[in-house]
């Protein structure tokens, strides 16, 4: 047998042929997404946060790209989840609202990411929360073969490392496409009521004057639509920060900072998987969140609402020591964007009918301009009751423009270059009438081009 061995072995070295004892290649790379929940971009020390700590994904950004516009398609978890499996906006999947996991309801005709890479020939893996209209059961639908850890039990987070790890050490000799989903800093919605939290115990959070600074918008702006602090007064269990003062943000804002290392610190177990396995130079890793959090701006816990801290959501690409370094201000949906992304990294046919970007493009070729303005959604809910307050935000380059489809003020106006914070509505200004203008005309037709039936009535 070990002559034969040596044979083959000198047989292929003769003729020229390429030995594929590991069937992993440079052009089928492995595609890791990690993603965390409720995370706003500004929670990573590496974007400047010197109020937490979080090294792993601090690595990923000095291993690859941290694209600094990023944005969910809408900021909720069922909505943005169900853009992100699927590569839609919610209007164009119908999922707008929480919904359960439960079979038929998403349509058999758009296909889910699983699937598309499952098609593909990659071998395929889901870890950790799903909040999915989909039964984790349904594979046939979804293409995960490999699923755990999805359903709510203490320390899910915890568990999710080694569920990955073992999803690894079985694949890592075919490329694989592999979701880790972490639940985290998400607790602070429980801590914030002052329940158990699902992932992880916090110590009592110290004196507010030991605590983080409140950010420079954490008022409640001038001339924001009314619509918006109704729809908070709706469930106290989901905004039970409503009456709050300094103090009580402060430590919110510690809290929530503890929880994002807390979950770093699982995402550094899962890198390490990578090295220990010997695949980590040709695994390409984009490390993103559903959506953010209020994280004390404007007065504003949870998501759902168009300001950045709740819509704005980091966004990695990274290749561990392959990649340098680097930061791109190109605005991204991770929504729409990450399937066709993964695609062209991959050569995995991409679904015909997807209008997201492929980032794959922006990676290879810095100075490539693949888009200027995006569009993003919301629908308010109390969990998976739907309020009836829709709202879409127009943002480019330099301006935003939020508007709402009720209330007698419904558009705010912030030009992001001078005002990050969003605290000055330049919508009641005269003097940017023309650009108020401009925002409306926009939106206008790119409903109409793109068979979004939302209508603000202006």
């Known amino acids: 047998m070990f002559q034969k061995n040596i044979f083959f072995i000198w047989l292929l070295v003769v003729l020229h042929i390429p030995f594929l004892g590991n069937t992993q290649t440079a052009d089928r790379p492995n595609i890791l997404i990690i993603m965390t929940?409720?995370?706003?971009?500004?929670?990573?020390?590496?974007?400047?946060?010197?109020?937490?700590?979080?090294?792993?994904?601090?690595?990923?950004?000095?291993?690859?790209?941290?694209?600094t516009k990023a944005y969910c398609a809408q900021p909720l978890c069922s909505p943005s989840r169900a853009s992100l499996m699927s590569g839609k906006m919610p209007y164009e999947t119908g999922f707008i609202g929480n919904v359960p996991e439960?079979?038929?309801?998403?349509?058999?005709?758009?296909?889910?990411?699983?699937?598309?890479?499952?098609?593909?020939?990659?071998?395929?893996?889901?870890?950790?929360?799903?909040?999915?209209?989909?039964?984790?059961?349904?594979?046939?639908?979804?293409?995960?073969?490999y699923i755990e850890n999805t359903n709510f039990l203490d320390y899910n987070d915890a568990a999710t490392p080694s569920f990955c790890a073992r999803f690894i050490?079985?694949?890592?000799?075919?490329?694989?496409?592999?979701?880790?989903?972490?639940?985290?800093?998400?607790?602070?919605?429980?801590?914030?009521?002052?329940?158990?939290?699902?992932?992880?115990?916090?110590?009592?959070?110290?004196?507010?004057?030991?605590?983080?600074?409140?950010?420079?918008n954490w008022k409640i702006p001038d001339f924001e639509p009314k619509i918006v602090r109704d729809q908070q007064k709706v469930?106290?269990?989901?905004?039970?920060?409503?009456?709050?003062?300094?103090?009580?943000w402060r430590q919110y804002r510690w809290a929530y900072n503890r929880l994002v290392e807390k979950v770093d610190s699982y995402i550094e177990m899962v890198l390490a998987s990578l090295k220990k396995y010997n695949i980590e130079k040709n695994t390409i890793i984009i490390f993103t969140a559903d959506h953010g959090d209020g994280y004390a701006g404007?007065?504003?816990?949870?998501?759902?609402?168009?300001?950045?801290?709740?819509?704005?959501?980091?966004?990695?690409?990274?290749?561990?020591?392959?990649?340098?370094?680097?930061?791109?201000?190109?605005?991204?949906?991770?929504?729409?964007?990450?399937?066709p992304t993964i695609c062209g990294f991959t050569g995995v046919p991409k679904p015909t009918y997807l209008k997201g970007?492929?980032?794959?493009?922006?990676?290879?070729?810095?100075?490539?301009?693949?888009r200027d303005t995006l569009v993003i959604e919301t629908d308010f809910a109390d969990n998976d009751k739907l309020m009836n307050i829709s709202g879409r935000a127009v943002i480019s380059n330099d301006f935003k423009y939020i508007v709402y489809n009720k209330?007698?003020?419904?558009?705010?106006?912030?030009?992001?270059?001078?005002?990050?914070?969003?605290i000055t509505n330049l919508a009641v200004n005269k003097t940017y009438k023309k650009e108020l203008i401009a925002m409306r005309r926009y939106l206008k037709q790119w409903c109409k081009n793109n068979g979004d039936s939302f209508t603000s009535g202006l």
């Open 37 to 67: 929940d409720q995370q706003t971009a500004d929670a990573m020390s590496i974007a400047g946060n010197k109020d937490l700590h979080t090294p792993a994904m601090d690595k990923l950004a000095q291993n690859g790209v941290r694209f």
């Open 169 to 216: 050490s079985e694949n890592k000799n075919t490329p694989f496409l592999l979701v880790a989903s972490f639940l985290n800093p998400h607790d602070i919605c429980e801590w914030a009521r002052d329940e158990d939290l699902k992932m992880d115990i916090l110590e009592k959070a110290p004196p507010p004057n030991q605590c983080p600074q409140l950010p420079a």
């Open 298 to 339: 404007h007065s504003w816990n949870q998501k759902q609402i168009l300001y950045e801290e709740s819509a704005k959501i980091p966004f990695i690409i990274s290749k561990i020591g392959q990649w340098k370094p680097r930061t791109d201000d190109m605005l991204v949906c991770n929504g729409t964007d990450i399937i």
């Open 357 to 370: 970007i492929d980032i794959s493009k922006k990676i290879a070729n810095p100075t490539e301009k693949l």
């Open 407 to 422: 209330g007698e003020l419904k558009e705010q106006l912030f030009n992001l270059t001078t005002d990050p914070g969003e």
């Open 235 to 248: 469930s106290f269990r989901t905004y039970p920060t409503v009456n709050w003062n300094a103090d009580q």
């Open 102 to 145: 439960k079979d038929g309801q998403w349509p058999d005709d758009l296909l889910m990411m699983g699937k598309i890479f499952q098609n593909g020939g990659y071998k395929t893996g889901y870890v950790g929360k799903w909040h999915l209209p989909v039964p984790t059961t349904k594979k046939s639908q979804h293409g995960f073969e």
